[in-house]
Nanobody, 123 residues
Framework: QVQLQESGPCLVKPTQTLSLTCTVS??????????WAWLRQPPGKAREWIGY???????NYRPTLKSRTSIFRDTSKNQFSLQLNSVTPEDTAVYYC???????????????WGQGIHVTVSS
């Protein structure tokens, strides 16, 4: 049974970089056919896909966030991470890491999820 756990700061100041890490246990992040994603749910809004890194290391990002987003992995630690630059209060959300069989922007197609971490962007 794979488990995912988000970690990182819960408070980030505007203009700074939001950095989160997802630690995966019970399954390798390099195993064939899986995609490892970051998603978020702002207050009062629907959950939205931020981007993913595939088993081969390929990445894909939400177009509206692409210029500020980087997803990368550390295979030695079985972790993958999110960096979101130049944050604003609109980036306040619960952030989730997730796993799915498809490289997709559809949040419903990710089958395994972390519990989520609430990140507030505020001075």
């Amino acid at each position: 049974q794979v488990q995912l756990q988000e970690s990182g700061p819960c408070l980030v100041k505007p203009t700074q970089t939001l950095s989160l890490t997802c630690t995966v246990s019970g399954g390798s992040i390099t195993i064939n056919t899986y995609y490892w994603a970051w998603l978020r749910q702002p207050p009062g809004k629907a959950r939205e896909w931020i981007g993913y890194i595939g088993y081969a290391g390929n990445t894909n990002y939400r177009p509206t966030l692409k210029s500020r987003t980087s997803i990368f992995r550390d295979t030695s630690k079985n972790q993958f991470s999110l960096q979101l630059n130049s944050v604003t209060p609109e980036d306040t959300a619960v952030y989730y890491c997730a796993r799915g069989h498809f490289g997709t922007s559809d949040a419903h197609l990710y089958t395994d999820w972390g519990q989520g971490i609430h990140v507030t962007v505020s001075s």
